[in-house]
């Protein structure tokens, strides 16, 4: 805590002022109290609260502008940069970097990032193709011309859908790294669809499953999504499907029948 007491530079008797000022007030009665604490800082407020529609909508755009540059930049995202651009923008202020600039960046960036994502693509697709040769030779285990590859849990006694076919199935997605990016497992909720509305990799395996069957597939990236992402499945991915063919749309009235 600073010293309170007045300080003065000139010196009585060898002692300084502030010392001698000190035992006097020590002295007496009044000053023997130790001084008052000072008062707590009060709480910074929170941001003010939203209000108005025109509010909320405005920082809804906001956030997610930010959100989205934020992932389309990555590492190369700087916030505080960001919100000096925003908060310029909205005070109207002329600009720190002027369109020229800002446009070579950006395409720079790009081009960049394009190089590196195409790069990416590549090597997952030579990995993938790299799992297929290796898991070709795995006991069990059957490779189609198309290069499709299936693996046989259970055995299903049941018929055969057509790809025009309406089918309900169980099923859990994987990466070949093992990561899961889809499950009706999960969901507690098996899932129906038309047989050839789906990725071409399961188009050609249902049809050669019985109803009742569980398979393992093993799913080439050109018979799944190619160099597309498409969620959390990257570029050239190779995917690993374990299905239950539960049904078949109207098999059991054309059994009847």
């Known amino acids: 805590m600073v010293n309170q007491l007045p300080r003065f530079e000139q010196t009585l008797g060898g002692a300084t ?68 651009g925003l908060k310029d923008a909205v005070d109207e202020a002329i600009p720190r970097v002027d369109e020229e600039e800002g446009t070579r960046i950006m395409r720079a960036l790009s081009e960049a990032a394009q190089a590196d994502a195409a790069a990416q693509a590549e090597a997952q697709l030579k990995e993938g193709q790299d799992f297929l ?10 490779v189609l011309e198309s290069g499709l590859q299936y693996e046989v ?13 309406t089918v309900t199935t169980h099923y859990e997605g994987k990466l070949i790294d093992g990561t899961v990016f889809d499950s009706s ?14 990725i071409p990799g399961w188009t050609e395996a249902l049809q050669l499953m019985p109803t009742g069957a569980k398979w393992r597939l093993f799913i080439p990236s050109e018979l799944a999504y190619g160099p597309r992402p498409a969620g959390q499945i990257p570029p050239n991915s190779t995917l690993i499907f374990e299905v239950e063919l539960i049904s078949i749309e109207g098999a059991d009235e054309a059994d009847e029948g």
């Open 185 to 198: 497992l999960a969901r507690g909720e098996p899932v129906s669809f038309a047989l050839n509305r789906v």
């Open 133 to 142: 040769a290796a898991n070709a030779d795995k006991e069990g285990i059957t």
């Open 153 to 165: 849990i259970e055995a299903g006694e049941g018929p055969k859908p057509k790809a025009t076919d």
């Open 17 to 84: 002022a502030p010392a001698l000022f000190l035992t006097a007030c020590l002295a007496l009665s009044g000053c023997a109290e130790p001084p008052a604490a000072p008062a707590a800082t009060a709480e910074p407020a929170g941001p003010a609260p939203l209000e108005t529609d025109d509010e909320k909508a405005s920082y809804f755009i906001g956030y997610g502008v930010t959100d989205e540059w934020r992932n389309r930049l990555g590492d190369q995202f700087d916030g505080a940069a960001f919100a000096a």
